[in-house]
């Protein structure tokens, strides 16, 4: 299975269980993505994702984006996309 690097966490909301993403390539949901860190390390399907506080299906490079996550992300993980 190979992976792409698709960005990178620079926040999480706790309550909503949102990872706030500054994208580097494309996402989009339903794509299957691992998110690895010093302490994070699991794999999901993209269910949901919002820019400026309204859904998307897709985001591009250079976005900032929140995305729905199962587990708790930290700044500084990184998000890759399964190729």
Do not use: C
Request: proline residues 2%; without cysteine.
């Amino acid at each position: 299975m190979a992976w792409k690097e698709v960005g990178k966490v620079i926040h999480y909301f706790n309550r909503l269980q949102v990872a706030g993403v500054r994208l580097t390539d494309r996402l989009q949901v339903g794509d299957h993505i691992y998110i690895l860190g010093r302490t994070s390390d699991f794999e999901q399907d993209v269910t949901s994702m919002e820019l400026d506080h309204q859904p998307i299906e897709v985001g591009k490079k250079g976005q900032e984006i929140g995305l729905l996550v199962v587990e708790r992300a930290r700044p500084g993980d990184t998000v890759y996309k399964e190729e």
